[in-house]
């Protein structure tokens, strides 16, 4: 399942998240013992709805805290780090493919691609290369004629493809994506996924992919269960 810790690009231990009961009480979503993603290694975890899929990757991403254990990434402890830590943390180290895209619609493809950067600028790095990076990156994912269009312009799977675009154009080294394909018609499916894993490849971004997709999971030589990793509710 897991990697030595030593070899670990984001190495997770302990890791449990609970949410208050509007009844009174806790209810524990997530209780991970171990979980470790090398650099460069795509890993897809299969799980149900649910089953806290994407509370793990908020979690991981610093958008929600753990209550306790372990989260390091390139060897750094990531827990109790403030909120803005967390922010800086997660605008130049990782990218995030949301499940509903979270394109602003006012903006350009252009300018959604170019918000990854701006990102990672606010956080107090140079995020060189600008419109041109980009462009680079629309490019990439087959959007380079599109690069001005609106989100209400384009397709749901071109809207995808933005956003892919936006998770990697500041060069992350872990790339989070949740259920990628959720909203993308099936005829589309298998494009987004080679698309993530194709251009995770060639920028040696290490990937931590969740879905319930079986036909998406067994596209990938890592696929760990989710239910097997997360004591929660067992």
């Given at each position: 399942m897991s990697q030595t810790s030593g070899q670990a690009l984001l190495s997770i231990r302990d890791l449990k998240k609970q949410?208050?009961?509007?009844?009174?009480?806790?209810?524990?979503?997530?209780?991970?013992?171990?979980?470790?993603?090398?650099?460069?290694?795509?890993?897809?975890?299969?799980?149900?709805?649910?089953?806290?899929?994407?509370?793990?990757?908020?979690?991981?991403?610093?958008i929600v805290p753990a209550d306790s254990g372990s989260i390091r990434l390139e060897g750094v402890e990531l827990m109790g780090f403030s909120e803005a830590k967390r922010d800086r943390i997660r605008a130049v180290k990782m990218g995030y493919v949301f499940q509903t895209f979270s394109l602003l619609p006012a903006f350009t493809a252009l300018e959604n691609v170019r918000l990854g950067l701006s990102f990672a600028r606010l956080s107090g790095t140079s995020g060189s290369g600008g419109i041109e990076r980009a462009a680079e990156f629309l490019d990439r994912v087959g959007l380079g004629d599109r690069m001005h269009y609106l989100p209400s312009?384009?397709?749901?799977?071109?809207?995808?493809?933005?956003?892919?675009?936006?998770?990697?154009?500041?060069?992350?080294?872990?790339?989070?994506?949740?259920?990628?394909?959720?909203?993308?018609?099936?005829?589309?499916?298998?494009?987004?996924?080679?698309?993530?894993?194709t251009q995770c490849r060639q920028e040696n971004v290490a990937m931590l992919l969740v879905t319930h997709s079986d036909a998406v999971a067994s596209r990938f030589d890592r696929i760990e269960q989710l239910s097997q990793i997360n004591r929660a509710g067992k």
């Open positions: 949410y208050d009961q509007p009844g009174g009480g806790e209810l524990t979503i997530l209780d991970v013992p171990a979980l470790d993603v090398r650099a460069g290694e795509q890993v897809v975890l299969r799980g149900e709805s649910g089953s806290g899929k994407t509370t793990l990757l908020h979690v991981i991403s610093g312009q384009l397709s749901v799977g071109q809207q995808q493809r933005v956003a892919v675009a936006r998770a990697l154009v500041n060069r992350p080294i872990l790339l989070l994506a949740d259920e990628p394909t959720a909203n993308v018609d099936p005829s589309n499916q298998d494009r987004i996924i080679e698309l993530i894993a």
